[in-house]
């Protein structure tokens, strides 16, 4: 069984809040829900919820010398399974 998840709805957000929070997750890069949820913890306990990690989703830079050891660990070598 699931656990109950309470859900709000705010009425009445100022137009300069709503800005200000909209550009805030654009530039976080999450949902406008997420950023409430991680604000309104940060605000009541000090803190961001255990185990969240949503401020590294979507931050992937390319790496190409990454990429080239990854590559090289899928390499098959024929010798080694003899």
Same mark, same amino acid.
């Given at each position: 069984?699931?656990?109950?998840?309470?859900?709000?709805?705010?009425?009445? %957000?100022?137009? /300069?809040?709503?800005? &200000?929070?909209?550009? =805030?997750?654009?530039?976080?890069?999450? !949902?406008?829900?997420?950023? %409430?949820?991680? /604000?309104?913890?940060? &605000?009541?306990?000090? =803190?961001?919820?255990?185990?969240?990690? !949503?401020?590294?989703?979507?931050?992937?830079?390319?790496?190409?010398?990454?990429?080239?050891?990854?590559?090289?660990?899928?390499?098959?070598?024929?010798?080694?399974?003899?």
């Amino acid at each position: 069984m699931k656990a109950h998840v309470p859900q709000f709805t705010v009425r009445g %957000i100022p137009l /300069e809040v709503d800005r &200000a929070l909209r550009e =805030r997750a654009k530039q976080r890069k999450i !949902s406008i829900n997420q950023l %409430i949820i991680d /604000e309104l913890t940060q &605000a009541t306990i000090g =803190r961001t919820q255990f185990g969240d990690f !949503s401020e590294f989703v979507g931050r992937w830079a390319p790496d190409p010398s990454f990429d080239e050891t990854i590559e090289r660990q899928r390499e098959i070598h024929a010798d080694d399974w003899r």
